[in-house]
């Protein structure tokens, strides 16, 4: 039988066909748990007791209930965040920022409703912007024809995604 040792087929046992599969489950270690499948050179040596980007403190905040959907990107000599707020009522998108990944500062919030919008009046969640993807990249921003291009969810209505649209952002 073939030995399945090429690192994407340890990551990514999906790629091999039913036998190898079997061979890999049998393996020391194997589905043991991401720790354990992730090549050593892709581990991170940071394993933080917190989250990085929380809630707000502040109850009339964008993100006073919840922060979610974080998307890291590089831009300059920072690393820029964005990430979704819940304040009880709908989405809405803001933005920290971190020299080395684990202390992030708010910056606040980039993407509000647009209560005169049937589109975007009770929720818009911005959730990806084009960049370099690669697993060794930075993670910088790419341009398409010099614009920076985004993507968003919006959802007629509070508290809900029910009948939502997805629009791209230039």
Sequence with gaps: MRDPKPAF???FPLALNRREFL????LPGAGAGPE???PGDLQTPYKLNRL???ASKDKDSFDAQFADAPFVFRHGRLFYLTYIGFDGQGYQTGLASSADLIHWKKEGLIIRRNPTSAVTRYNVALTWILRENSVFSPGRLKKVRGRYLGAYHAYPRTRGRAGGYRALLE
């Design 36 to 38: 354990r499948a992730v």
């Design 9 to 11: 087929r340890t990551v």
């Design 52 to 54: 990085v980007v929380a």
């Design 23 to 26: 061979y890999w489950l049998a």
